[in-house]
């Protein structure tokens, strides 16, 4: 009785402030989104980050399929129906509480109309949230009920890290690139992913390289986790940074990293995380077999593999839009000294 009061307190206040306007105010999507979030932490000990960042993760993962089925939906997650109504439930489309419990389904109803429905989204999330919280709510626990949902490790931790982003910034709307290397540096580079390459075996070449002078500043395309920080004979010293759309960013034949960066770190575009080298093709330090250069890689995974795709493409776009805000930029001081 007591849960029933506490959610329709909460449904009451989603569905105000998803009615987009509270004190006049119009609220972003993202913003509702994160209230939703918030609210089934307070019901289920959940942290909201990992709710939002299973949300986006899946969000990403439908994208790619092109999947729209559930366009109408303010929230991504789609569990299947068989974890949904139990595993034996003769009927997929089950929405009973009743019959969903004795097969031992998942699917549970947060919003109060008695029914467990698979396309609203808080019953969906409050179901979820009641999975993840099963053996607790501290991050190992959640983690293996995440492997338990998704069979696979990868998600496990890309939800993981984007639940890291979204708790440093206590935001889920983190939008914003930027090109790797400042523009006042000299650099130059031309489309060469899928290129062969002679080092190390027959391997096509999964980057674009970025050439400029040793100690030019190396930074941050995306707001993300670093992954990966260290030494590897192709690549030398490297930086992989994993994104909120399950890209993950790689910086190769770095002469060195930004004092003090780690594995683990936080970071937002256009931050410096290292500088322009040529390590790399030998054992730890190997140095200057080739010319300094960033090579810079991206990879993405579709829920099942990582695949390489060109950067080229991106690199070209984030320059154009690191061009015309240093334009904006000094158009804005020219009037600025005109007045
Ligand atoms: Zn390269």
Not at 36 to 44: G, R
Not at 66 to 71: I, L, N
Not at 92 to 97: A, K, Q, V
Not at 132 to 157: C, F, M
Request: glycine share 10%.
């Amino acid at each position: 009785m007591a849960r029933n009061i506490i959610l329709s307190c909460l449904i009451f206040l989603f569905l105000s402030h998803s009615s987009s306007s509270v004190y006049g105010i119009t609220e972003s999507p993202d913003v509702t989104r994160k209230h939703l979030f918030e609210s089934m932490e307070v019901l289920t000990g959940v942290p909201w980050t990992y709710l939002a960042a299973m949300d986006q993760y899946e969000k990403n993962i439908h994208r790619l399929k092109k999947d729209s089925s559930s366009d109408k939906r303010m929230t991504s997650i789609k569990i299947p129906e068989p974890l949904w109504v139990g595993f034996s439930n003769p009927n997929l489309d089950d929405e009973h509480l009743a019959s969903i419990l004795f097969f031992q389904g998942i699917g549970r109803d947060g919003n109060g109309d008695q029914l467990a429905k698979r396309t609203d989204d808080i019953d969906v999330l409050y179901s979820i949230a009641l999975y993840l919280a099963r053996n607790g709510t501290d991050e190992d626990s959640i983690r293996e009920q995440l492997w338990r949902y998704y069979k696979h490790s990868i998600p496990v931790d890309i939800i993981t890290h984007i639940a890291k982003i979204f708790k440093k910034f206590d935001r889920i709307d983190l939008q914003g690139s930027a090109f790797p290397i400042p523009l006042s540096y000299n650099y130059t580079y031309r489309s060469t992913w899928g290129d062969r390459r002679g080092w190390g075996g027959l391997r096509i070449h999964e980057g674009t390289d970025i050439f400029a002078d040793y100690g030019t500043p190396v930074r941050s395309t995306c707001y993300g986790y670093v992954e990966l920080k260290g030494w590897n004979r192709y690549g030398g010293w490297r930086i992989g940074i994993r994104d909120l759309h399950n890209n993950y960013h790689y910086f190769a034949h770095l002469s060195g990293f930004r004092k003090g960066l780690k594995q683990g770190d936080i970071v937002q575009p256009g931050e410096v995380i290292g500088s322009v080298g040529s390590t790399g093709y030998g054992p730890p330090g190997t140095s200057g077999k080739f010319p300094p250069h960033l090579h810079y890689g991206l990879y993405k995974f579709n829920g099942r593999n990582t695949y390489s795709y060109d950067p080229y493409p991106l690199l070209k776009k984030w320059e154009r839009q690191a061009k015309e805000k240093r334009k904006l930029k000094k158009q804005n001081k020219r009037n600025a000294t005109k007045q």
